[in-house]
């Protein structure tokens, strides 16, 4: 009887102790995907920067274009929007935010586009 009661907890300790690697996983994990988004917010901030973004658009004011805030508001983050609004900053568009049109960006790379657009849509109202 001893025996099976102790090998029963040591099974049940084992199971669990596999459970705790598995969350432990699954955490690290999503931590890393923290952190890389967060470096591709930033990177997107500072590619922003060196554009010429700031000549119609603002974080939080509407200028010629809508405020980043008030695409944030309008966009979530899916792939889909992230796939459209990089589409956008690239080709140019029309019609969403009035009758001006944005000029089309062609030299700007997709995965810089993209790095853009990530950081766009992470704006918060501070």
């Known amino acids: 009887m001893k025996k099976a009661i102790f090998l029963l907890t040591a099974i049940v300790l084992l199971m669990a102790s596999f459970k705790n690697a598995d969350s432990e996983i699954k955490n690290k994990v999503v ?47 899916t792939e889909k929007n992230i796939n459209n609004l990089t589409t956008k900053i690239i080709k140019g568009g029309n019609g969403v935010w009035g009758t001006v049109p944005m000029a089309p960006h062609t030299t700007i790379k997709k995965e810089d586009a993209k790095k853009m657009v990530k950081y766009i849509l992470a704006v918060k109202n501070d």
Do not use: R, W
């Open 31 to 77: 931590a890393k995907n923290f952190v890389h988004d967060i470096l591709q917010t930033t990177s997107g901030e500072k590619l922003i920067d060196k554009s010429d973004c700031s000549s119609c658009h603002t974080k939080l004011e509407t200028m010629i274009g809508p405020a980043y805030l008030e695409i944030a508001q309008k966009y979530k983050p």
